[in-house]
């Protein structure tokens, strides 16, 4: 990417391009699949509430520094944390930031790739009409039996990552910015449907604004907010190089707050729709909320089995959510693939590389439910969960942490100023740097530090 990049720098052609693919990036199976089954496992308004501060304290202030990173080295993550570093007088040592945020990707992107194959296989399902006046028992037996069923996972799984890798390299971004211009909304004109549907006909949906809204100091722990914090980072692609790389093409004309505003807004409004849309479902018919991963797959196609146009919404949800999931794991894959590729490597050979070892680490995954569902990782944790639990909650407020120290107390400030295109005396920019310099850095290590002092104080 990094030749064709210096060549092509204007390739986000506008800001809106940018938006639109980093929106592309953040908005994926983060908001639709992850959000709602966090959000039931660990007490719904509470989870919520917390993650909802995580964005706004740590998220916000974090991508700006990624954005602005990004657009000062022009690179990988790695080369252009090096060469600001440089710039900077710094130790050449903060490029291993970017190193770290690779290898999240691929850990990420392994586990992903098994949930997007699942979206894969659920179009199927919609269009052989699986979901036919179906109600929960039938549905919760679908996804079980995916779950079961090693060769299929490993089948859609295999799929996803070939998509994923005939998209990188067929460089067709034009065409993706294209496909998330009609599709994106198109996603949101569902989702408010599903949300109307759950408002109209479920009868429980002020039950599910309790449950989501209704903060409850009991339901407080390490825990969730651990957890709350991990899905902010993941739901905005941050902590890994995804939006950093990103930033690298982004045109200087574009205004980096407003751009930020945008993404996080989006991002964090298609996790609060599905939500809506999902839990009077998981109400009205009866399910627990935290039952787990499945819920999603397990909930709306009990309704697109019972509405009118039923079969036609289901195989367009599924369809847009494989969509939102293929966008995000392109941005997944970008950061290893623009360094590999700065080290020499053609774009398709470094993509073809990093895509064949993250299909491989993914087979593990894949195997959680069946061959390997014996094997427990981190406490009761499978090999999923475990790999889950270290990228996102570990891996990547790590990563973000390491991006605001590096950008808050090692890069000037008049660097960051002129990049911004502001000055800093300006009120804006004093607000960012000093959450990005205390209130991000404190955050994400005091979230961490509880947890790893829980861990091994019982
Ligand atoms: N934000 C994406 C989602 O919500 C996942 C992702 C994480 C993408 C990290 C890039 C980097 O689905």
């Given at each position: 990417?990094?030749?064709?990049?210096?060549?092509?720098?204007?390739?986000?052609?506008?800001?809106?391009?940018?938006?639109?693919?980093?929106?592309?990036?953040?908005?994926?199976?983060?908001?639709?699949?992850?959000?709602?089954y966090k959000a039931g496992e660990n007490g719904g308004a509470t989870f919520v509430l917390i993650y909802l501060?995580?964005?706004?304290l740590?998220?916000?202030?974090?991508?700006?520094?990624?954005?602005?990173?990004?657009?000062?080295?022009k690179r990988s993550p790695v080369n252009s944390i090096r060469s600001i570093a440089g710039d900077e007088r710094q130790s050449s040592r903060w490029r291993f930031v970017g190193v770290v945020g690779i290898a999240a990707g691929v850990l990420i992107l392994s586990f992903y790739s098994v949930v997007g194959g699942w979206t894969l296989y659920y179009i199927g399902q919609a269009v052989v009409g699986a979901f036919e006046g179906i109600g929960s028992d039938a549905s919760s037996a679908i996804f079980a039996d995916l779950k079961k069923n090693a060769a299929v996972i490993i089948t859609c799984h295999t799929l996803f990552m070939l998509i994923l890798y005939g998209i990188v390299v067929a460089g067709v971004r034009k065409g993706l910015q294209r496909a998330v211009t009609l599709l994106m909304p198109l996603l949101f004109a569902i989702l408010i449907l599903l949300v109307g549907y759950s408002m109209a006909a479920t009868g429980a949906f002020g039950q599910a604004l309790e449950f989501l809204f209704k903060f409850k100091t009991a339901d407080l722990s390490g825990t969730v907010i651990f957890e709350a914090m991990g899905q902010a980072f993941f739901s905005l692609s941050l902590g890994m190089g995804a939006i950093m790389v990103y930033g690298a093409y982004l045109p200087k004309s574009e205004s980096i707050p407003k751009t930020t505003g945008w993404i996080v807004g989006m991002d964090t409004l298609v996790a609060l729709l599905a939500g809506l849309a999902i839990f009077p479902i998981v109400f009205s018919v009866g399910k627990e909320p935290a039952s787990g991963f499945g819920l999603v797959f397990e909930t709306l196609p009990i309704v697109f089995g019972k509405i009118p146009l039923g079969y036609f919404l289901g195989v367009t949800f599924f369809v847009l959510l494989s969509v939102a999931a293929v966008t995000s794991g392109i941005s997944l894959l970008e950061p290893a693939t623009s360094y590999f590729t700065e080290r020499g490597g053609s774009r398709s050979l470094a993509?073809?590389?990093?895509?064949?070892?993250?299909?491989?680490?993914?087979?593990?995954s894949a195997l959680t439910w069946n061959?390997?569902?014996?094997?427990?990782?981190?406490?009761?944790?499978?090999?999923?969960g475990s790999v889950l639990l270290l990228a996102n909650e570990v891996m990547?407020?790590?990563?973000?942490l390491l991006v605001a120290i590096f950008a808050g107390w090692f890069v000037r400030g008049s660097t960051l100023a002129r990049e911004l295109e502001t000055h800093q005396g300006q009120w804006l920019f004093m607000t960012w740097l000093i959450t990005l310099r205390f209130v991000a850095p404190l955050g994400i290590a005091m979230v961490l530090g509880f947890k790893l002092w829980g861990a091994f104080a019982g």
């Open positions: 990417m990094a030749k064709a990049q210096s060549s092509e720098h204007g390739e986000w052609s506008s800001g809106l391009a940018f938006v639109l693919a980093a929106t592309g990036s953040a908005v994926g199976l983060g908001n639709l699949w992850g959000f709602p501060l995580c964005i706004a740590v998220g916000l202030p974090v991508m700006v520094a990624e954005i602005t990173l990004g657009r000062r080295g993509a073809g590389g990093v895509a064949f070892v993250i299909w491989l680490a993914g087979l593990p061959l390997l569902s014996d094997v427990h990782v981190v406490g009761e944790r499978g090999i999923f990547l407020p790590v990563g973000g």
